[in-house]
């Protein structure tokens, strides 16, 4: 299943996934749930072919 503009939604902790459900609860009603990635990111994971597509992150963070 995907949002429409991301593949995948990452945040850093299960309480920012539960602040997260609670914050986008149209997301949360179509069991969309992001996946936690804890600190730091190795960028080498995401084992792609070159020129594929450019990775974008977006970090989040309330205090």
């Known amino acids: 299943m995907t949002t429409g503009m991301a593949d995948k939604i990452l945040v850093n902790s299960k309480f920012i ?3 997260f459900a609670k ?3 149209h997301l949360d009603a179509r069991a969309i ?13 995401f084992n792609e072919p ?3 597509y450019k990775l ?5 963070k309330s205090f």
């Open 17 to 19: 996934a539960s602040t």
């Open 50 to 52: 070159a020129n594929s």
């Open 33 to 45: 749930k992001p996946a936690v990635l804890y600190p730091a990111v190795n960028v080498n994971q």
């Open 23 to 25: 914050t986008f609860k």
């Open 56 to 60: 974008n992150f977006l970090s989040i």
